[in-house]
């Protein structure tokens, strides 16, 4: 294939990139989740680590979408505001809860653009919560704290919340601190239809998107910036 060939096939999967990447935006979209990951990038002649932030979101008849990717040298909040205000320019609507990592740059972003409730990422917080825990005990602290996920109501999962953290606070202080800090933004799904917990109770829905990014990074060593 000749130099001119492969020239004319990326300009066109460029334009149609860019036309997917700035298409209107309708109806509603109560459910966005965010996040990001490092890869490596192509930039001036050199190889460097940037952020690549995703935003995938579904709609009141249940379609799940990529809305939206972009790259940027960090995950500062100037990053993420420019990123979600570039969605609600196209339409971006809706948003009752965005689901998400611990960040407060995200958060910040995240409350000025659209003034969602935070979710954070249940799955990311269990790791972090047993990180707290002794390497002996962590299968015991895991039974322990899922007994909160379990609870039919968020009213029962605030409850139990309470009474596991009081017994795990005089021996892990650490891991009484996070839960004390943290209830209010992990709980926050079960304020939405129960049908939905198993969705938007954590970023899953985007690690697919992330594995096949990951993976066309690590076939190719690098991804070329747009």
């Not at 609600?88 to 990592?101: Q, S, T």
């Amino acid at each position: 294939m000749s130099k001119s060939q492969v020239s004319r096939l990326c300009a066109e999967i460029d334009e149609r990139v860019n036309a997917f990447l700035s298409r209107p935006l309708e109806g509603v979209w109560p459910y966005l989740w965010l996040d990001a990951t490092y890869l490596k990038v192509r930039e001036g002649g050199r190889i460097v680590s940037r952020a690549v932030i995703i935003a995938v979101a579904v709609n009141e008849d249940g379609k799940r979408e990529v809305l939206g990717v972009a790259t940027g040298p960090s995950e500062a909040e100037t990053f993420w505001t420019e990123f979600l205000r570039s969605l609600a320019d196209r339409g971006l609507r809706g948003v009752k809860l965005v689901i998400a990592d611990d960040h407060k740059g995200l958060r910040a972003a995240a409350r000025r653009v659209f003034n969602a409730t935070h979710q954070r990422c249940r799955i990311h917080w269990m790791r972090n919560a047993l990180a707290h825990a002794p390497a002996k005990q962590r299968t015991a602290v895991s039974a322990m704290l899922k007994t909160i996920f379990a609870q039919e109501t968020k009213v029962d999962a605030e409850q139990q919340w309470g009474v596991v953290a009081d017994a795990l606070r005089e021996k892990q202080p650490k891991l009484g601190a996070l839960m004390d800090a943290s209830r209010d933004d992990v709980l926050a799904y079960m304020s939405f239809p129960r049908e939905h917990w198993t969705q938007i109770a954590s970023t899953n829905p985007l690690e697919r998107v992330n594995r096949q990014s990951n993976r066309q990074a690590a076939r190719r060593g690098h991804l070329i910036k747009p």
